[in-house]
């Protein structure tokens, strides 16, 4: 089996893998690489649910798997949103909880045989990822955060994303785009009167998000559409080839990462995307 065969239906934000199916996919592939989305449960406004990064990790990490041979795994939904303590419903865990949760995830995969993991992360509180990124790589894991700025920075442009990266902060055109097309039936009114602006937020990590907004609401998410959502994944999921060549990258060749970086890997019937 791989990416590009048809998978077994997910119940909802999980996985319906069985074991078989798991080791179906693993078969021709050079490196099992273990897909988890890091959403969080935290307020976006009056008409996005909280578990809105939840809801885009997983949409992308779905369609993620439609193209790559990758084990999809169930989201974290509860993460790092404590500059979201001013809102009902928001809920937490520290930065160490959420670091020691992905670490031993990433340890028992390994353990399974799974070695990469590559974690698609829904929300940009979330800077201890960067670290457990960081740290097991430098014990010779693989392991890899997608997506970078970078990433959605090409993604806005090849969408037509009219706000840029800094005033699209929070519940903004991106995300709502992205419900829009993935979960419309989450988007509840309001989005087309709920836009603010505020770009200057140096303090953000001392006075959180009500320091800037009264609404929850840092963008513009009256310009968002289910088209734009739907060019924003398809955008993203051309990006992740870089980040699966790297991550099954054999380390005994020279210059395999520079090699791959920027550039999908080869569609093949048993690994890489599919045509």
């Not at 080839?241 to 020279?254: E, I, K, N, Q, S």
């Amino acid at each position: 089996m791989s990416g590009s065969q048809k998978r077994p239906a997910a119940d909802g934000l999980l996985p319906a893998d069985t074991t078989e199916d798991v080791r179906a996919r693993a078969q021709g592939v050079p490196r099992q690489v273990a897909v988890l989305p890091v959403g969080s449960f935290e307020q976006h406004g009056p008409f996005l649910p909280l578990t809105t990064d939840t809801l885009v990790a997983c949409a992308l990490a779905a369609e993620i798997a439609a193209a790559y041979p990758v084990h999809l795994l169930p989201p974290v939904t509860i993460s790092c949103s404590h500059e979201h303590a001013g809102w009902p419903g928001t809920v937490s865990i520290s930065s160490v909880t959420l670091h020691s949760v992905v670490s031993d995830i990433a340890d028992s995969l390994r353990r399974s045989g799974v070695e990469a993991l590559i974690l698609v992360n829904g929300h940009g509180g979330n800077y201890v990822l960067g670290n457990v990124v960081q740290e097991s790589s430098s014990r010779g894991g693989r392991i890899a955060l997608f997506p970078a700025p970078e990433d959605w920075e090409t993604a806005r442009t090849r969408a037509g994303v009219e706000t840029s990266l800094l005033t699209d902060m929070h519940a903004g055109e991106i995300e709502t785009s992205i419900l829009l097309h993935a979960r419309p039936e989450a988007v509840r009114p309001g989005h087309a009167a709920a836009d603010l602006v505020a770009d200057d937020r140096r303090h953000l990590l001392t006075v959180g998000m009500a320091g800037y907004t009264g609404s929850g609401v840092v963008g513009r998410p009256s310009l968002g559409t289910a088209e734009k959502g739907r060019a924003l994944l398809a955008s993203l999921v051309d990006s992740f080839g870089a980040y699966f060549a790297l991550v099954t990258a054999d380390p005994a060749v020279p210059h395999a990462r520079e090699a791959t970086a920027g550039r999908a890997p080869v569609p093949t019937d048993g690994s890489g995307r599919r045509p």
